[in-house]
């Protein structure tokens, strides 16, 4: 199993430029999340779907979009990229609303100059 | 809003030693609580899940505790080995009744194991 996998693994954006960050998982797991990592701190959760067409904001959304057609792919949105969203993303997933199986890709870094 | 904070922040040992690493949290009001392992450039590895009914939860040489009261959980590593080396991450389960159950993630302790 590849278990969740993320592309791009690095990528650099200019200011107000747009990109999708990709996320698959193969596992059939219904809760996907999204997640920021800043240099020294915890993560932070922006958007998470509990399934195929039902996505909520998480802690940190603004600036990001997202959407669920399919259980297998959680794309992230950035539009008009800022230096403030330099950081890296974690795309995750978990079988169960209580977060059993939780499961990371292994990150994409994304630099905004 | 929960938050989680982790003693140490970095943790030097030599191998063979038995080390715990500390998490706290402010809102006891938890449905579970996971220990997870980052390595560098790495995504997380999730080591360990606690329900908020059990005080402990063991796999292999990791021990976790959790005291829900207090806020506080102990991640216990016995016999450390250099592959330990990596950073560690504690975060505490939302109730899903409540809402949508995801993690507050602290902000990890860095452990370095030498030979």
């Known amino acids: 199993n590849a278990g969740v996998t993320q592309t791009p693994k690095f990528r650099i954006l200019k200011i107000g430029q747009s990109m999708t960050l990709q996320c698959a998982q193969d596992?059939?797991?219904?809760?996907m999340y999204w997640y920021r990592q800043d240099p020294g701190m915890g993560l932070k959760l922006i958007y998470y779907?509990?399934?195929?067409?039902?996505?909520d904001k998480g802690e940190v959304p603004n600036g990001y979009n997202v959407s669920r057609s399919t259980t297998e792919d959680f794309p992230l949105r950035l539009e008009l990229a800022a230096p403030s969203q330099t950081s890296v993303y974690f795309c995750?997933?978990?079988?169960?609303?209580?977060?059993?199986?939780?499961?990371f890709g292994s990150g994409t870094r994304l630099t905004v100059v | 809003k929960q938050e989680v904070t982790q003693i140490p922040a970095a943790l030097s040992v030599p191998e063979g030693e038995n080390l715990v690493l500390n998490c706290s949290f402010t809102?006891?009001?938890?449905?579970?609580l996971q220990w997870f392992r980052q390595d560098p450039g790495k995504g997380l590895t999730s080591l360990l899940l606690?329900?908020?009914?059990?005080r402990e939860q063991t796999s292999g040489r990791l021990n976790a505790s959790l005291d829900k009261s207090s806020g506080r959980s102990t991640l216990y590593i016995a016999a450390s080995q250099p592959g330990d080396s990596a950073t560690y991450l504690c975060?505490?389960?939302?109730?899903?009744?409540?809402?949508?159950?995801?993690?507050?993630f602290g902000k990890g302790t860095m452990l370095l194991v030498s030979p």
């Open positions: 995750a997933s978990s079988y169960s609303q209580e977060g059993y199986g939780y499961t």
């Open positions: 606690i329900q908020s009914s059990q």
């Open positions: 779907s509990v399934g195929a067409g039902i996505t």
């Open positions: 809102d006891s009001a938890i449905y579970n």
């Open positions: 596992m059939n797991h219904n809760y």
């Open positions: 975060a505490p389960g939302k109730d899903p009744n409540s809402g949508y159950s995801t993690l507050t």
